[in-house]
């Protein structure tokens, strides 16, 4: 009887309070024995759940994963107890996620899986706590932000010409990119219409902002009233991180690490670039280190390349690390 329970379908919508605010995650799996791995989504204030259910990735499979909404967005928004949104009250809350579901799932260790916004949260806390986990993976993974988007300007700037997209080109050349590009909304707006159109944004093809605001809304496993706080959750997280995020060097935060560090990165990723991923993967310690590219992808390869990332992360994540075994 044991034995058919930890083999079935595991799906948990759960809320649990930290500090007195709830948080909600969504936990998914096949099979208890299976390692456990914390998703840490980007934005900040943008859970993923809704865009990787629709991609059909089936890692849960492998690993029993938890989707949780950061404090502030989705499941977990409400302006009345979320309190002051800080670095490191999200990383304190990413540890007492971890410990919940070390407790809940009967682990030693779990994997740390950080997207995005969320390769700052995951980095640190992997550097800083590594008693909890058996390995950090990044994906779209931070390094300068200023540097980054800095690169960025050039890629629209010079997509542009190259396709002779003239009103994208007297667009990109009136912005005065500086140190306080976060506060510009020109060059913010410049990005939400051309990074997508040029294929450095969240996918290299085939994307649209539409895409993503059809995911949420046809996403069964939240309530009207948990897909309203998405742009909440946006808005409000912005506000609190945009500065901060534009002058971090996420090195300056995370250099040193006691367990296993994987980066999984897209070549045409121009959220986070390729260039600040490298830099930051070459400069940090870790006992264990790879580096790997996805050549067709931008900014979510583990969903345009699921082939590949499945293989990688089976051969060369999970192989190396615990005696748990996967379904």
């Not at 969240?202 to 009207?224: F, V």
């Amino acid at each position: 009887m044991m034995e058919d329970m930890q083999a079935s379908k595991i799906f948990r919508k759960e809320f649990i309070s930290i500090d007195g605010h709830k948080h909600g995650m969504i936990i998914e799996g096949e099979n208890l024995n299976n390692p456990v791995l914390l998703f840490l989504h980007g934005g900040p204030g943008y859970p993923q759940y809704p865009m990787i259910k629709a991609s059909g990735l089936e890692w849960s499979k492998y690993v029993t994963v938890c989707y949780w909404d950061q404090r502030g967005t989705g499941m977990s928004f409400d302006a009345k107890t979320q309190g002051p949104l800080t670095i490191d009250r999200f990383i304190d809350d990413t540890l007492k996620i971890t410990e919940f579901l070390k407790k809940e799932f009967g682990k030693d260790k779990i994997y740390l899986f950080g997207h995005s916004w969320g390769t700052l949260l995951g980095s640190v806390a992997a550097s800083k706590h590594p008693e909890h986990y058996y390995a950090y993976i990044g994906s779209g993974q931070m390094g300068r932000h200023f540097n980054s988007n800095e690169e960025t300007y050039q890629f629209l700037l010079h997509t542009s010409i190259a396709r002779n997209d003239k009103k994208a080109e007297r667009k990109i050349r009136k912005i005065n990119f500086d140190e306080n590009f976060y506060q510009d909304k020109n060059y913010r707006d410049v990005l939400n219409r051309y990074l997508i159109k040029y294929g450095g944004g969240m996918k290299r093809e085939n994307y649209k902002q539409k895409h993503g605001l059809m995911e949420i809304l046809k996403c069964r496993e939240y309530t009207w009233k948990e897909k309203l706080n998405f742009p909440r959750g946006l808005f409000t997280t912005y506000q609190a991180f945009g500065e901060t995020i534009a002058k971090t060097d996420l090195v300056e935060l995370a250099n040193s690490f006691e367990i296993p560090v994987y980066i999984m990165q897209g070549k045409y990723d121009y959220q986070t670039t390729y260039n600040e991923a490298k830099r930051f993967f070459e400069l940090i310690r870790a006992p264990h280190k790879k580096m790997y590219t996805f050549e067709s992808s931008a900014h979510t390869p583990f969903l345009e390349e699921q082939d590949k990332f499945t293989k990688l992360f089976l051969q060369e994540v999970l192989t190396q690390h615990g005696n748990e075994t996967t379904s």
